[in-house]
């Protein structure tokens, strides 16, 4: 696709990666039989798998670090991509939310889905924004939760330890 940036490289770590992902049957294969006996398949199957895997493994980081060197990030697309997606995700954590406020489940959950269902319908079928915010807001059923919802659909709450992960891997980079 002409849009897509890198689309050949990345399609060719897919498939490197899943070429180094199959290589781990040779040996296996071999050990199957060999039962860890010092034989000549043994050797020249060890000779050709590791070192192509080695091979396989470090082209795929090399093309990785060179796609990843020249990445550029659209902080508006994920956060347009984030306020279409987030109040779908966020809606069994509203379901918890109303449980806590002394709501039933059963009901909690066929309301919701049934203003997910309309908001959805929106986005696909008048290629609107996702209002399924707004629907709960103006719902009086989910009332006990309305000071919540912010909270609810607070983006950081979904993303779990992943900052401190990629803080750590790049600290570990540099």
Known sequence: MPYKRNPMRSERCCSLARHLMTL???????????????????????????????????????????ISEGLVVYPKVIERRIRQELPFMATENIIMAMVKSGGNRQDCHERIRVLSQQAAAVVKQEGGDNDLTNRIRSDPYFAPIHTQLDQLLDPKSFVGRAPQQVSLALACLL
């Open 24 to 66: 781990i049957m040779n040996p296996l294969q071999t050990a199957s039989v060999q039962w860890f006996e010092r034989t000549l398949d043994d050797s020249a199957n060890r000779r050709v798998s590791l070192a192509e895997a080695f091979l396989t493994a470090d082209i795929v980081l090399s093309t990785l670090q060179n």
